[in-house]
Each structure stands twice: as structure tokens, then as C-alpha cells.
């Protein structure tokens, strides 16, 4: 009686089954794929953000659009002077600001325009921005900062 | 011969899939390295709509404005007095809660605004810098006030509501009222 009890333990599988670890991994795998987002523009303008404190999220990143101001990235490490950037192109008439946004406002209506400007950039441009933004419609704005590093 | 047969029959098709997992490991280290999860941080602003030709701005008492100026090298006049950015923040929040003790403040926290002037030529940072002691201001005013209704701060009362279905007291009682002006034309 006893040995055959202890004959029955010896003879059970002690491994662990790892047929299916290839179907968790590749689970995974699909998560990230799906959820990486590759960038599909490439920024002109150098955009060092400034830091604050005050910061809030956007969760909807589908209902963003970025704007970029900052001076043009030369050949090298040259800068040049201060342009804005709206999707992949430069903008060169600010003007057109205006119409690109009344566009993307049609499309998006709760739309909020994220401003990455350099913090070297001249108040001047940004208002002048702003004023165009004003004048499409698009209101909801986000200055976009990094958090400050702890002292 | 006949043995030679035997052993081709034995011979299963089967592709190895021992290293299916080690390939598929790779290529999750991969997506795992290439992923940024970065949200996007940012002070948020609601721009005033554009203003209509015949209509004019609605009368604003000049003791319920907070004028801040920022100059083209990033100093700072608050009410004409020059100041310092760090104590911005301190001055806004007596602006806004002096209930119409001070002669100079405003006259109700629902009525106070802040306004923020800059010059064509101020850096963009120094505006930043400003605005973010401003919004700070009232979040911290924000907070104190959700601690005296009884909960742990802000976050939680607007939860809370959010959860209810009411109205924003706070938000009604203290307004986040910024201005930011057009420089003047030279």
C-alpha cells in the first residue's frame, strides 16, 4: 500500500508546462507594438522646453496638436533665427496659422494646441501666435513645460 | 534497403519551436527599449475669444486687477513696485483672498484677476516662470479652500463632484481669471 503511494508521486511531472510561454510573450509584444507611437514628424525648430510647476496632463493626445517655435535647426549645431512649425512643415506667412487651425478645428472641435516653444524664444512670437489662434478659434491652449527638478 | 525506408518514415516535419519564445523575447525587449510613455505636461490656458469690432470690453475695476509686468530682461513689476518672481505668488494670493480689507487688493476672491504684460522682447521662460507662480497660486488657494469643506485637497474634491454631479464651489468662488495683455506698440 505505501509503496505503491509513493510510486505514484515519483512518477508525476515535476516542469513546469512552457508550451504556451511563447503565446504570453507574443501577447506582450502586441500590447507594445500597439501601443508605441512612432513620431511621424520630425521637428525643425530646437524646442528646449521651459520648467514649471503649475503642470497639467493631457490624457487625449488624439485631440492635440503641437505647435513648435524656436530657432531653425542648421546644418551642425547651428541655430537660426526663430520659426514656427506646425505639424512637419515650417510655417513662413503667419497668417497662415490662421487657416491651418480653423482646418484642424473643423475636424476636432475640442482640439488644444500644445505650444512647445524654446525658452529662449521672444515673447513677441508667441503672442503673435496666440493672436492668430485667437482669431481661428482654437482657445484651449497648453504651454507645454517640463517638471522642475527637485533642488 | 528496406531499412532505409523505415527511418525516412520516422522523420517528423516539424519546425523546432523551442526558440519561439527567445524570439519573441527579443523582440519585446525591443518594443519595451523603443517605447515612450511620456504624457504630455503642460500649463494649461483658455485664450479670451476674439473680440468683437462694436462690442467693448466689459468695465473692470482697477483695484480688482493685479498688474504684473515682465520686462525685456525677465524683471518684474507687480502693481509698478518691482519684485522678485518667488514672491509672485504670495502677492496673488493676498490679491485674491483680501476680500475688500486692503484698499489696494481686490474687493472679492470671484472678482480679482491677474493680469500678465510682457514686451515684445521678453523671453519666453521669464513668462513661463510667471504664469506658473500665478497658476500656483491658485492651486494652492484651490487646495486650502477643499480642506476647509473637509477633504484632503483639491484632486479630491473635484473627484468627488465629479463623482455627485455638482457644481465646482471652488472653482465659482475663486476664478482663475488671467490675463495676459498685448504689449504696448511702439
Known amino acids: 500500500m505505501a509503496s505503491s503511494h509513493f510510486k505514484k508521486k515519483t512518477s508525476t511531472k515535476q516542469e513546469i508546462p512552457t508550451a504556451s510561454l511563447p503565446d504570453i510573450i507574443f501577447m506582450l509584444l502586441i500590447f507594445f507594438m500597439v501601443t508605441t507611437v512612432l513620431r511621424e514628424t520630425t521637428v525643425q525648430v530646437r524646442t528646449m522646453l521651459p520648467q514649471a510647476e503649475a503642470l497639467t496632463k493631457i490624457d487625449q493626445k488624439r485631440l492635440v496638436t503641437y505647435v513648435y517655435i524656436g530657432p531653425r535647426k542648421l546644418d551642425g549645431t547651428r541655430l537660426g533665427e526663430t520659426g514656427v512649425q506646425i505639424d512637419d512643415a515650417l510655417v513662413e506667412d503667419m497668417g497662415n496659422v490662421r487657416t491651418i487651425m480653423y482646418r484642424k478645428l473643423i475636424e476636432q472641435p475640442k482640439l488644444i494646441v500644445s505650444l512647445k516653444v524654446d525658452q529662449t524664444s521672444e515673447m513677441g512670437i508667441v503672442l503673435d501666435v496666440q493672436q492668430e489662434l485667437r482669431e481661428a478659434g482654437t482657445l484651449r491652449i497648453n504651454y507645454s513645460s517640463k517638471r522642475e527638478l527637485p533642488m | ?186
Open chain 2, 1 to 186: 534497403m528496406a531499412g532505409l525506408l523505415k527511418k525516412r518514415k520516422r522523420e517528423e516535419g516539424e519546425i523546432p519551436t523551442a526558440s519561439m519564445a527567445d524570439i519573441a523575447f527579443l523582440l519585446l525587449i525591443f518594443f519595451l527599449v523603443t517605447t515612450t510613455i511620456d504624457v504630455d505636461t503642460g500649463i494649461g490656458m483658455v485664450l479670451p475669444p476674439k473680440l468683437e469690432e462694436d462690442v467693448e470690453p466689459p468695465p473692470i475695476k482697477e483695484r480688482n486687477v493685479l498688474k504684473i509686468l515682465v520686462n525685456e530682461t525677465g524683471q518684474v513689476l507687480v502693481e509698478d513696485q518691482p519684485s522678485a518672481i518667488r514672491l509672485i505668488r504670495d502677492e496673488v494670493k493676498t490679491h485674491i483672498m483680501n476680500e475688500g480689507v486692503d484698499p489696494r487688493y481686490a474687493e472679492a476672491a470671484s472678482k480679482a484677476l491677474v493680469s500678465i504684460k510682457t514686451s515684445r522682447e521678453t523671453p519666453y521662460d521669464a513668462y513661463v516662470g510667471v504664469l506658473d507662480e500665478v497658476w500656483m497660486a491658485y492651486f494652492e488657494l484651490w487646495d486650502s479652500e477643499a480642506r476647509r469643506l473637509g477633504y484632503a485637497d483639491y484632486a479630491t474634491y473635484t473627484a468627488a463632484i465629479n463623482e455627485q454631479g455638482g457644481e465646482n464651489a471652488i472653482r465659482e468662488k475663486i476664478k482663475a481669471a488671467i490675463s495676459i495683455a498685448e504689449p504696448d506698440k511702439q
